[in-house]
Every structure is written in structure tokens, then in C-alpha cells.
């Protein structure tokens, strides 16, 4: 006879497994006769879009808010078509993405790494979303990237410009769009070697986190290698709102070029207050003095109002070039909305058709079907020309933007002129480069 | 030198920002006893007056041009400030330039009126709730006007520059018999500096010389007694408050053109200004303008390459630093006085 009795230990081992189980989410325990993590069942499909709706880029998460909504519009067949009448893959029908009508919801990041994985991780578990877009933050993105590596769901990324999302930290189920800091270093060299000629010192300012540390590498290699000197690299906090104290040291540093390695609010007020200590108007080592901000948004330039005129930098899309992509998304998304697209709107309206695209040619939502759609993928008439998403990284490599605040601007839209577009075999580069190395692609996970 | 006396400007012109704001806060807690968390928020609303009277100014009707295109391809929609039609192109041009001093005039009613609204509305009723409530109460409010602010505005910067005559820089240095280029500044930072010492020498002279000051002084000393003496000091006190959210505004409005308006501005001084308040004393209002431009200028010195290669990350950590020092050889702060928050 076995002794049966239920002992003390016994119930608390018990319960402490059970109790395991049951706080363990979901999207990690998902029901076996799923053949992928939230697998679509019934008529619909969701996607999900997790965009900045509060804190300080919430104007970026808005636009990329706006143009995910006129994508999924599009693929339902509503509106004008948009780029499905321009891209050159056909697979897309306007009835949804494989006969199953799209639907989305959307989540907060607050450009918030650990808010951004909350507002992921719950339309995910809790709303079924099989994809997430957008973000306007290198640390959002790899994070969120993460956590759809984890889950088994698709990350299309937004705007996010750090060479480690597809490098150190690039993931099978993660694909960008946008370009990134080496890409604007590559555009902008030569730009910067015909206007301001082979022999400058640069001072770089940088925001002093991951975003800021690589496009600073990546712009101090391509310009030493026009035969720029570096005369000082100094981070600045990123909660920083006066940038006078830094500024103030560069006139005397014997710079005569700045480089101002900042992104949005951070942006506005360094270029500002550059402007104030009058550094334009400066003579420095017989040359004019300049100022570079490698990367531009629309949002920001507007922000920065005036103070922009003349200054160089570089973007991933405008909405000024004339490609029938281009046009065809400005004219949809500009008779909705009464504005031009900004160029992370552009992005994120992409990354939904291209993921649309990949469902339809794969023929599942299966992760690993759509990664294997995607991977060295070739196409066409959705902004830049050309464009290929090189399998070995998941980077999208496509023409760059070298752009100039425009010194008479005819509209308030009109705050930036294309200086150059940047051809894209310009802006290539060996997956294994030292900029991006350490990183593993792994393997895709479909979850469940 | 000259690299030193530029430091010493930047931090005379941060710590002008921090000494009204801390001049504020003072004021409040000296006279009403309450930690006003909302107070940052005061100043970005301020920003915002000059924002609101830029677009008000640039208020325009819509001719269209067929000659030029929208980004859509469309006949060009010309705006003209109605200013401009109504006054000549010249003048009301020179009136749009001028809306930032002009705000001065524009917030002064409205920062003593949301200062009123907000002492009578919300924060009468917590003088006798633990100041921990206090806090809790005023810095949700914070919160909510500052997503108010949002709604309307927008989360991106929105510039609102000095006029022509006062923007551009000055070399000070050939003033003062530096080589040319040495010492270089902006205009209007110079202003800001004047300005702020034109408000703070104001605020103590009406504290000092009228006769409303006095009571106010007394009332802060010993609110008890004066009121024993038949003198309604609670409505004094809430003068005061709006007052103080009027000093918080008009560095607001002024500090517009140096960095750009947005809607998270007030919370990005706030923590700062407090830590003004407890190295000056709590309740001290000197004590808070001496230590607003002393730590100003402390956090300009740790921001040179100097600081930050020696001591990598002082520039993110001087003032508490010497928040700390300060707090431990003179706990009751540089110029505090027994007795306040010590009951």
C-alpha cells in the first residue's frame, strides 16, 4: 500500500509549479495546435503599432501613426492604392493580406525601452498581433526587436538610425528600413569634401548614448578618411536642454566645422543655440565655418525653424523626390491629411506593405515563411528606387539622402532641399564590418 | 582666462533661469508653507504666453497665388498676418519680430490669474495635508497642464526668436581687452541675465520698500501674530502665490528664444531649481538667487572638456554633488533659517 497523504511540502512544491506555469506569458506557452504565435483563425488579422504617442517624439509617433493607418486603408482596398500601384511586387491585391481583412492596433513606447516592450509584449499576448511597426528610437527598436525574436512575431522596425540594430544586435525575426549612422557617414563624406573642401577640423558634440556613440564613430571614420581632422568628440547628456557650455569651447578649439551628433529636441536646441553664439558667421582657420547634422527629420527641421538654413545632413526619404513611389504615397497621404509624409511616416507605411507583401508571396503569417520572403528581397516604386533587404543582416540598403535646410523656402513644408541623392551601392558595406560586428542573426523563431 | 569667463557667463545666464524659478518656489513655500511641485509647469505656461502671442500675431488670411504650387501641385495658398494689413507690411513685421518682449505685457495678467485659479482651485485645500500630499496633488497638476499644453501645441520645439535688434552675438572680449573672437555671446542671453536681475531686484525691493511687503514679511516670520493684529494675511498669501507664478512665467517668456519652447520644459528645471531651493535654504529668498547662479555656474564648469575628461559624468552629477556637501556642513542649506521645515 502506497502512502497517498498530501503533505505540506508537497502543496506548496505543487503549487509553486502550477503557480510558474500560470505567470508564465502566454506568448511563451502558446497552445501546441498553433502552428505560430497568434496565428490567425477567423477573417482578420492584426497588426500591431507601436509608435511614440506621448513624450518628447510623439509629433514622429503620430505621423508614423498616420501612415500605418492609410497602409492598412490600402490594403484593404480603401482609398487610392497608394504604392500598391507602384510596386513593382504584384502580390498585394487591396483584399487584405491573404484574403484576411487587416486590422491593427497600437501601443504607446513613450521612446521608453521598457515601455515600448510592455506596450509590444501586450498586443501581442492580449490583442494577438502578429507583427509590430514603427518606434522612433535606436534603444526601442533593439528592445522590441528582442522581445519579437522571443515571442515569435515579425518586427518591422521604424525610425531607428543606430548601426547595431542590424548589427551587434540584429535578430532573424527583424527587418529595417530606414538607413543608418554608416550609411549617413558614406552619403555625406563626399558632400562635405566638395563643399567644404579635404582640410577641415571638426568638433563633434554627441548625445551620450548608444544612437549618438555610433553615428559619432561613423562620421569621424568617413570624414578622417576625407582627411578631416577631429579636433574633440564631447558627449553631452541626453537629458541636456542648454548646450550653451559646450558650444561656447568650440570657438576657441581651433574647429572650424561642427558636428552636432543629436537627434530631435536635443537637435533643436544644440543647432540653436549654435546659431546664437553666431558660430555661421565665423571665420575659423580662413575658412567659414560650418555646421553638419548628420541626421535630419522633417519634424525636427521644423523645430528648428530658421536656424537650419544652409546646414548639411542626410536623411533616409523626402517627400520631395520625384520617383513614382514617392508620389504616389505624398499624393494619398497628403490629400488625407493635408501634409507632406515625414520620412519615418514613409518608413513605417513601407514596412507594412513590404510585410504584407512578404505574407502574400510566402502564402502564411508563419514568421519563418515571411523572413525567407524577405531575405534578399528586390524591389521597387516604394520611395529611394531600387531597393534590396540584404538577408545577411536584414538592413534594406537603397539610395541616401543628402539634404540642406533650404535658405528660401516657399512653404512651411518646404524646409529642406535635396543636395544629392546618394547612390546605393555609395552607402554598401560588408555585413562583417568592424562598425557592425558582434552581433548573430540566429535563427527565426515562429514561437508557439 | 577668457575660456573661464565664457563659463562664468553661460552659468550667470543658467543660473538666472534657476534663480527666478527657485525665487518662486521660495516665495511660496516662505509664505503659503506648501512644496509646489506645479511650479516648473508655471514656467513652461509662461514660454507658452510668448508662443500664443507669436501665433496670435501671425494670425493671417489666405490669398492664392496661381504663379506658385503646394507639395501637392496645387495653386500656392499665400498667408498674410493680419497685422501686416492692418498696420503696413513694415510694421507689422516689426511687431511680429517684437512678440517676445510684447509677451512680457501679454502673461503678466494671465500668470497672476492661473496663479489665483490655482491657489484658490486647488492648493488652499491642501495647507493642512501632510506635504507629501502636497507634492503628490501639485505635481499630477503639473502633469495634466503640461499635456494640456501638449493637446494644443504639439510635442515638437516651436521656436520663438528675439527680435532682429537683439539677436546675434557681441564681442565682449574686445570690450574688455581680449583679442578679437575670445569672448563671444549671444544678445539675447545678455538680456536674459538683465532681465532676470530686473525681476529679482524687483520682487525684493516690493518686499522690502511697500508697505504690502512688510506685511508679507511679517506674515512670513510669524503668520499667527499678524493675523492676531486683525491683517487678512491669507489673501496676502495669495497675492503672493500669484506673484510667484508670475516671476515663474516671465522666465518663461524670456527664456523662449535661448532654447525653444516645448511642452516638457517645466518639468526639466523643476527637479534642478529644487535642489536651488534646499542648497540656498528652504525659505530663504536670498539664499535661493545666491545659490540659482552659484550652481549655474558650477554646472557650466563641469560641462568643459576639461571637467568631463578629469572626471568623466561630473557634468550630470555637480549639483547634487554639491547638493550633498552643502546639505552636510550646513544642513539647513547656505543662507536657511532654524526653525523651517524643522518642526
Known sequence: MTNKSVTRRGVLKSGAVAGTGLALPTIFTASSAAAFTNEPTGASVTLGFNVPQTGPYAEEGNDELLAQQLAVEHLNGEGDGGCLNTFTSKALQGNGILGKKVEFVTGDTQTKSDAARASAKSMIEKDGAIMINGGSSSGVAVAVQGLCQEAGVIFMAGLTHANDTTGKDKKANG?????????????????????????????????????????????????????????????????????????????????????????????????????????????????????????????????????????????????????????????????????????????????????????????????????????????????????????????????????????????????????????????????????????????????? | ?????????????????????????????????????????????????????????????????????????????????????????????TIIDWSVPLAILFAIPIMLLVGYVMERGLIKHFYKRPHADQILVTFGLAIVLQEIVKYFFGANPIQTPPPDALSGSVDLGIMVGFDPNAIIYPIWRLVYFGFAVGIIGAVFSFLQFTTFGMVVRAGMADRETVGLLGINIDRRFTIMFGIAAAVAGLAGVMYGPLNPPNYHMGMDFLVLSFVVVVVGGMGSLPGAVLAGFLLGILESFASTTWATTTIPGINQIIIYLVAIIVLLTRPRGLMGRKGVMEE
Not at chain 1, 192 to 203: I, S
Request: charged share 20%; proline share 4%.
Open chain 2, 1 to 93: 582666462m577668457d575660456a573661464i569667463l565664457l563659463q562664468i557667463l553661460n552659468g550667470l545666464d543658467k543660473g538666472s533661469a534657476y534663480a527666478l524659478i527657485a525665487l518662486g518656489l521660495t516665495l511660496i513655500f516662505g509664505t503659503l508653507g506648501v512644496v509646489n511641485f506645479a511650479h516648473g509647469a508655471l514656467f513652461m505656461i509662461g514660454a507658452f504666453c510668448a508662443v500664443t502671442l507669436q501665433k496670435l500675431l501671425n494670425l493671417s488670411f489666405e490669398t492664392v497665388d496661381e504663379s506658385q504650387k503646394d507639395f501637392l501641385g496645387n495653386p500656392l495658398k499665400v498667408e498674410t498676418p493680419y497685422v501686416e494689413a492692418w498696420f503696413g507690411p513694415e510694421v507689422g513685421a
Open chain 1, 175 to 448: 527587418f529595417r528600413h530606414f538607413f543608418n549612422a554608416y550609411m549617413s557617414g558614406a552619403a555625406l563624406a563626399p558632400v562635405l569634401a566638395a563643399e567644404m573642401g579635404k582640410e577641415r577640423r571638426a568638433y563633434h558634440l554627441t548625445a551620450d548614448y548608444n544612437w549618438g556613440w555610433t553615428q559619432e564613430e561613423s562620421i569621424v571614420a568617413s570624414t578622417e578618411a576625407l582627411g578631416w581632422e577631429t579636433v574633440n568628440t564631447v558627449k553631452t547628456p541626453l537629458a541636456s536642454t542648454d548646450f550653451s557650455s559646450y558650444i561656447a569651447p568650440v570657438l576657441n578649439s581651433g574647429a572650424d566645422v561642427l558636428v552636432l551628433n543629436h537627434y530631435g529636441g536635443n537637435m533643436v536646441n544644440s543647432l540653436t543655440n549654435a546659431i546664437q553664439f553666431g558660430l555661421l558667421d565665423k571665420v575659423a582657420n580662413g575658412k567659414d565655418f560650418k555646421i553638419v547634422v548628420p541626421l535630419y527629420s522633417e519634424l525636427m527641421a521644423a523645430g528648428a525653424g530658421e536656424n537650419i538654413k544652409g546646414v548639411l545632413g542626410s536623411m533616409n526619404w523626402n517627400w520631395q523626390l520625384q520617383d513614382e513611389g514617392t508620389k504616389a504615397f505624398v499624393k494619398s497621404f497628403g490629400e488625407k491629411y493635408g501634409k507632406p509624409p515625414s520620412n519615418s511616416a514613409q518608413t513605417c507605411y513601407a514596412q507594412v506593405l513590404l510585410y504584407a507583401d512578404a505574407c502574400e508571396r510566402a502564402g502564411t503569417f508563419n514568421p519563418c515563411g515571411i523572413v525567407e520572403a524577405l531575405e534578399d528581397f528586390e524591389f521597387d516604386g516604394l520611395g529611394n528606387g531600387p531597393t534590396w533587404y540584404r538577408g545577411a543582416d536584414h538592413q534594406c540598403f537603397k539610395d541616401v539622402l543628402v539634404v540642406r535646410g533650404n535658405e528660401n523656402p516657399t512653404n512651411e513644408y518646404d524646409t529642406l532641399e535635396i543636395v544629392e541623392i546618394t547612390p546605393r551601392a555609395q552607402v554598401e558595406y560588408d555585413p562583417e564590418h568592424p562598425m557592425f560586428a558582434g552581433g548573430e542573426l540566429g535563427k527565426c523563431n515562429p514561437g508557439a
